[in-house]
C-alpha cells in the first residue's frame, strides 16, 4: 500500500475523531432527549386530563337556555343531565381522553386499549404505566367530584412511541446535519493541511537540488510574509544554504588560490631546468641553477605547510590541544627565538607584564606571534624598531607588535587578513600571503580577535585580544 502522506493522515485522525464524536453526541442526544421526551409527553397527558375536568357539568334539568350554538353534547345521566362542553378534547396530539362510570363503562370519547383496561382501577391523579401487546402506554386518571358529577371518571391514555415520534424528528434532523457538517470539517482540514504543507514540497525540492550539487545558489525563497513554523524552518534552511554557498566559495577559492600559488615556482623550477639544460654550464652556473630551484622549492614547502595547517585548523579542531598557559613567558620565548634573526639590523624590544595566563595552544600561538614578528621585520626599514607590549586586565590580555616600517594603505587593511592577499611590494619576496590569514583564524580560534592600525610610511602595529585563562 502506498504509504499515505501527512496530508492524508492528519485528516484521516481528524475525520476519525470527528466521527467518533458525532456517535458519541447521538448516543447522548438520544439517551438525554429520550428521557425528556417521556417526561413532557406524561406532563401533557397529566395536563389534558385536567383540562377536561372543566368542560364536563353536571345540569338536574335539560339548559334549555345555554342550547345556542348547538356544539355542546348532552347526555342523560340519572336523573338529570351530562353537558360535554365542545372544548373537551378527546384526542389530542395522540392523547386519548375518556369519561367512565366507576365500573369502568366508557360514557363519552375515546380509549384505544379500553379492552386492556377493563381491569385496571382507576387511581386518582397517578400516572400509570401499562405495557399492552409489547407497547407501553400511559394512563392517567382523574375524578370528577363537582356535584352531581360523583362517581365519574376521566382517564386520558397516551402510547409511549408518541414520545419516540417527537424524538426521531430531532434525531432524524441532527442525522442529516452532523454527517454533513463533519464532512465539511474534514473537507476543510484536507484543504487547510494542504495549504499549511504547500512549503513542505517546496523546502524538499530546494534541498534535493542543492544536494545534487546543481545548482548552490537556490533557496526555497517564501516570501509571502507568513510567520508559521514552516516558514521559520525555511528561512532556517535559506540561511544554511547562504553559509554552505559561502563556504564552498572560499573553498573553491582557497583551491585554486592555492593551484595559482604553487604553479608559479613551479614555473620557475621547470624554466630553469631547461634552460640549464640546454647545453653544457659552468659550475658555477649550476649553482646559480640550484639556486633558484631551492629558493622555489621552498617556497612551496613553506606553502604546502601552511595549507596542510589551515586544513588540520578548519577540519580536526580537536587536533590541537587547549591548556592553561603563561602566555607572558611565550611571548618572551618567542621574541627571544626572533632576535636571532632579526633582519635588517632591526631591533626588537618587549614590555611583557609578567604572569599573564591564557586558555590555548602553545604552538598556534606561538605560530602566530612568529607570523608577526616576520612581517614586522619583512615589511620594517633598515635598522627600525619593532616594539612588542603585553599587558592584561581582569578579563583580556592585548598584545600589540609594533613596527616602524613602510606601513599598509588604509583601504588595504581588512585585505591583509585574506588568504594568499599580497600586496605587489611583497610578491617577489618570501612570504606565501597565508601569514595574516593563519594568524587570525588561530585568534578566531581561540576566541580572540586580530587587527592592525597603520599609518602608510611611519609603519603598523598589530593588535591580538585574547581571553584571560581565569575570565
Ligand atoms: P606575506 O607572506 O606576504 O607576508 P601575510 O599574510 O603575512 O603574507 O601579509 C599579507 C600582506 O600584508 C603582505 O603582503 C604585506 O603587504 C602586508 N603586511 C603584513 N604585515 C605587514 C607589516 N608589518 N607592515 C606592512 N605591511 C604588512
Redo the contacts with the bound molecule.
Sequence with gaps: MKKLSIRMKITLWFGMVLALMVVLTYTVLISISGSMMQKQLQNNLAVTVEDNVDEVEYYRAFPVNKIDNGTDLYLNYGTGYLEIDDDFLDKVNGIYTGLYMEDNSLVYGENPIAKSLTETPFQDGQMQKLTVDGEDWYVFDRQLVTAGLEGLWLRGTVSAAEGHLQLSAIVRFSLVLMPILMLLAVFGGYLIAGRFLAPVKQITQTAAQIGQGSDLKRRIGLTDGKEDELHELANTFDAMFERLETSFETERQFTSDASHELRTPMSVILAECEYTLEQTRTPAEYEDAMQVIYRQGRKMSRLIEDMLMFTRMERRADAFSMQRLDFSELVESVCEDMRYVSEKGISLETEIAPGVSVMGNRDLLARLLT??L???Y???REHGHTVVTLCGDADEVKLS?A?D????PAK?LE?????????????N???????????REIAEFHGGKLF?E?TVGE??T?FLILKKADA
Excluded at 405 to 408: P, S, T
Aim: without cysteine.
Design positions: 607570523n608577526l616576520t612581517n614586522a619583512r615589511y620594517g607588535i613596527d616600517g613602510i606601513g599598509i588595504d585585505k591583509i587578513f585574506l588568504r594568499f592577499y599580497q600586496s605587489d611590494a611583497a610578491r619576496g618570501n612570504g606565501t600571503g597565508l601569514g595574516l590569514a593563519m594568524a592592525a597603520s609603519g603598523s598589530f
